[in-house]
């Protein structure tokens, strides 16, 4: 043995006093990997609840079915029943980012901007959608079109933009992008989509007619981001949008997927990777379980262009101050009695 080696025995020796036993750093380690997995899934349980509600849907999750041992990214039985669902309405902001190739992944647009409500009842999904180009306040001041909150400063501020405008505080913000609803529309095999007008997609070159007809994953995006050439521009795809994501809730519902956790599953596997939300999941997922009517939202949309003096749009200008009202006070159903108008049909 070298004098150096003997010296580092002796050192290992004076020191050894000082190691900490084993059975502890062995549990510190374990505790530490249960958090890790715990994450783990709380992000992939995450896309299970985007998919649920950006469909204006619900999964009636049934506890018993859930089981130890399944893929780390379905929810256990103890993850969803850990706490009821939460009383009272649940308001999720949704955006649809476009997520082109030419900007990086925070550099995208709010192509779609929407409010997901549920009502303290759970009698069915509300989605309200606000033009996109519309003029929103921003903190400090500023205004800006609402699309380009999420270019400027992520879903964050869209959000605080959305609630300065609505006086509405979200439980949930949830970014979905095409790569999540193309993968959605695969796994279902498609969905049956009733268009009020034909469509000539500058996507792919090709007329979607009018009427009701079967969208591919590759039909989606040409579909959901056409607007020129529509009567309404980008009403017309708002309006569009949401009559996508009302088919999608009813196949769900009615094919049997949303009580057959192995297809819950691979739907939610299939759509997580173009999904992002802020807020509980577990709540969320409580909450969509708990509609009675998970295939059937009820779709607001503003009708028609109206101008501002600076060439920029009033959101809602007619009815915005009563329809926020509605949503914050949980009186959406009266209010839409008193303005049929604006349902999406």
Known sequence: MTPIEEELRATFERHEALTPAVGPVRAGIEVASVRARRRRLIRRATGAAVAVLMAGSAVPVILDRWH???????????????????????????????????????????????????????????????????????????????SETLLSGGPELTGKAVSELTGVTFDATVTVDFRALRAVTAAVGGVRVCLPQAIKSVHNDKTYPKGCQQLTADDVGPVL??????????????????????AL?????????VTDPARVHALFTAARDGLEITGDPA???????????????????????????????????????????????????????????????
């Open 68 to 146: 130890h041992g399944s893929s780390p990214s379905v929810p256990t039985a103890e993850f969803l029943a850990a706490e009821p669902a939460p009383a009272g309405p649940l308001d999720v902001l949704l955006l649809g980012s476009d997520n082109r190739l030419r900007w990086p992944d925070r550099n995208r647009r709010a192509d779609t901007v929407m409010i997901i409500h549920v009502p303290t009842d759970r009698t069915r999904a509300y989605l309200v959608s606000l033009p996109r180009d519309g003029e929103v306040k921003l903190p400090g001041g500023a205004r800006s079109k609402l």
């Open 225 to 246: 981001q056409a607007r020129y050439g529509l009567r309404n521009g980008s009403y017309d795809r708002d309006r569009n949008t949401q009559l996508f994501l009302r």
């Open 249 to 257: 809730a009813g196949k769900l519902a009615a094919d049997g997927t």
């Open 283 to 345: 709540a969320l997922l409580r909450v969509a379980g708990s509609l009675n009517s998970p295939g059937s939202p009820i779709g607001i949309s503003e009708r028609t262009f109206h101008g501002m003096a600076n060439g920029r749009e009033q959101i809602y200008a007619r009815v915005g101050p009563s329809l926020y009202t509605a949503l914050r006070d949980d009186t959406l159903a009266a209010w839409i009695a008193a303005n049929p108008a604006y349902i999406v049909k």
